[in-house]
């Protein structure tokens, strides 16, 4: 089901609840948890997708999701880091994730941007310019 | 030397393994050609998204958590959860003279199996219309061929001028018409060598339209030659809400490369009622608030943006406008027809009665009008029409007076036939543009008292009479009144020998 305009008000302002200094912070979410299953408001399941969804882009926006094909150092994954926490000004922690269909290179994924050095995604790019 | 090959195979090697960035976003739901999106945080408003399989998106909500997004052709393949990316580019289409005698759809692809287009050049769909500096008043005339139009309701080039009635009173014949005899000018100019000649090319822009109907206009375009300087822009009614909101835009950006390149263009909006309805759909869906009859609230700024963009260019080209509105049983005081009225510079209306009578085309003369005004007319027009307006306006008030009694004096009766017979010169049948100098001459003749001693019935037998006579009889003085655009002593005299030669063989 779909949330209502009032659903999506009250997740907007569990979530501002559940920032600390701006970023996430677990026991603040915990507490809004517990708010909610205490008095469960209405449209409850609405109510905690759209909150999931709020918190799941925030938290995105503070990971670097690397998506490798060969074997990446960690050296490489602190650069990775160090170089994205430069430019989105903010702690960005990076995690590695194995992903074969890229045949080579890297995907750095921070919230809803993705920096593509991979072989497949040169080669999806070429082949929409022939 | 081996240094130098190294430092350019390093920067090779850099530029290799440089990332690219995309702005990614998911799709979280999609309804009706309506998809919205997570992620995008760097999507402009109107830009180009790209869906998988190639579909094509345009960013119209930007909202806090989610993007609403239009999705332009097949969306049956897109699921909840697809990527989709941002392309950092405005929606364009092609533009240019390789248009010409081509049908194609709201992104200018052709859809009628004549192969690719020919077309270097895009040009943006949405952009600002040109601002007052840039512009110059509308002075010079666009002959619809119609003689009701021409003679009383001028429009010049870069007017914007609404053509609206109820369904089936002939508004898309008068634009037909006019497309017609555009090409048939053109035709005659191009060919006469005449250097300071301007051609007007023509966009037919079909909103929400029957695609048997598109065919008939295409038919009839073709079979009158004025195919090759036209596009057709076609949206019909099987076509996506999105399509149809954006085919008005993308006609008026192909317009705007022949004013643009110092050449003068027709745009038709056929019709923009059906464009209000598709933008609603499409703002509902996309959960905007509503207002009036459902309509969102930038409606208004819906046409009056895509109408500002008609124009005449100081030392540029022009682009007239003729959008057509429906109306519901007459009325025009409904909340699109008084919008569009309000944007424009003059309407045409089309009366049902009128149509109904065997008055066509059903201009009513009353309520039509054309706020340029005689600026945009040749000397010969308004020295044979400049009162017809005013003689009409006065029989139709006499003819509803003279309905409740039966003696009239003498001049009341004298106006009545007078009126009767004008009524009668306007008919014309469809798809017959009369050429601007054979229309002064039979309002000439009209004007000399030609007609009075015809018999109202044998009015519209008697006009076609005296134009076969001098098209056939009398090529050179109709082209002395094309070229000289006034009537002198000289040409008076020409036209009163020739009407009464003709006056001789017709009363015969």
């Known amino acids: 089901m779909a949330a209502s305009k009032q659903t999506k008000l009250l997740a907007k302002q569990l979530f501002k609840l559940s920032l600390d200094n701006g970023a996430v912070a677990p026991d603040r979410v915990a507490g809004v948890l517990g708010w909610v299953e205490k008095h469960s408001p209405r449209h409850a399941l609405a109510l905690l997708k759209t909150y999931h969804r709020l918190v799941a882009t925030e938290l995105a926006k503070s990971r670097a999701l690397v998506e490798h094909a060969g074997p990446v150092s960690d050296v490489t994954l602190r650069q990775i880091e160090d170089a994205m926490t430069r430019k989105y000004r903010r702690p960005v922690a990076a995690v590695a994730r194995p992903n074969p269909k890229l045949l080579a290179g890297l995907r750095v994924r921070v919230g809803s941007d993705v920096y593509e050095s991979s072989v497949a995604g040169q080669l999806a790019a070429l082949s929409a310019h022939v | 030397m081996s240094n130098v090959i190294e430092q350019i195979e390093q920067q090779i090697a850099k530029l290799s393994t440089k990332a690219v960035k995309k702005n990614t976003g998911s799709i979280r739901t999609i309804a009706d050609g309506v998809a919205k999106i997570d992620g995008l945080s760097d999507v402009m408003y109107n830009e180009m998204i790209k869906f998988p399989g190639d579909a094509i998106g345009i960013a119209l909500n930007l909202e806090e958590d989610e993007v609403g997004c239009v999705v332009l052709g097949d969306f049956s393949q897109l699921k909840e959860g697809d990527e989709v990316t941002t392309t950092g580019k405005l929606l364009s289409v092609p533009v240019g003279k390789g248009l010409l005698g081509r049908v194609v759809d709201a992104l200018g692809r052709p859809v009628d199996g004549k192969g690719p287009v020919e077309s270097r050049e895009t040009y943006p769909v949405e952009k600002i219309a040109p601002g007052i ?141 059906k464009h209000a309805v598709a933008y609603r759909q499409i703002s509902l869906i996309l959960k905007r608030p509503s207002g009036r009859e459902a309509y969102p609230g930038d409606v208004f700024y819906l046409h009056s943006r895509l109408l500002e963009r008609a124009a005449r260019l100081d030392g540029k080209g022009s682009l007239t406008a003729l959008p057509i509105i429906e109306t519901l049983a007459g009325d025009v005081s409904a909340y699109i027809p008084t919008n569009v009225i309000s944007i424009t ?164």
């Open chain 2, 133 to 273: 500096i840039v512009r110059k008043s509308v002075s010079q005339p666009l002959f619809t061929g119609i003689m009701a139009i021409d003679s009383m309701i001028p429009i010049g080039r870069g007017q914007r001028e609404l053509i609206i009635g109820d369904r089936g009173t002939g508004k898309t014949t008068i634009c037909i018409d006019t497309i017609i005899n555009q090409a048939r000018i053109n035709k005659v100019g191009l060919a006469s060598g005449d250097a300071k000649f301007r051609p007007v090319y023509s966009i037919y822009v079909a909103i929400g339209q029957k695609q048997s109907n598109i065919a008939r206009t295409i038919a009839a375009l073709e079979a009158a030659g004025a195919l090759e300087y036209t596009i057709i822009v076609a949206a019909p009614a099987a076509d996506n809400p999105a399509n149809q909101y954006l085919a008005p835009y993308s006609g008026a950006a192909m317009g705007e490369w022949f004013m643009e390149n110092g050449l003068d263009a027709l745009i038709v909006y056929d019709d923009l009622s």
């Open chain 2, 345 to 508: 510079d003059g309407q045409i209306f089309l009366e049902t009665d009128l149509f109904n009578q065997g008055i066509r085309p059903a201009v009513s003369v009353g309520l039509s009008v054309s706020r340029v005004g005689s600026a945009a007319q040749i000397k010969a027009t308004k020295q044979v029409g400049g009162k017809l307006k005013g003689e009409l306006a006065q029989f139709r008030e006499l003819a509803a007076f003279a309905q409740f009694g039966s003696d009239l004096d003498a001049k009341t009766k004298a106006t009545l036939d007078r009126g009767a017979r004008i009524v009668e010169l306007f008919k014309q049948p469809q798809l017959n543009p009369i050429a601007i100098e054979v229309q002064a001459a039979v309002l000439w003749a009209l004007q000399k008292n030609y007609f009075d001693s015809v018999e109202v019935k044998n009015v519209v037998a008697a006009a076609n009479s005296l134009r076969d006579y001098l098209t056939t009889r009398k090529g050179a003085l109709l082209t002395a009144v094309r070229t000289k655009a006034a009537l002198d002593a000289d040409l008076e005299a020409q036209l009163k020998a020739a009407a009464d030669e003709w006056k001789a063989t017709f009363s015969k």
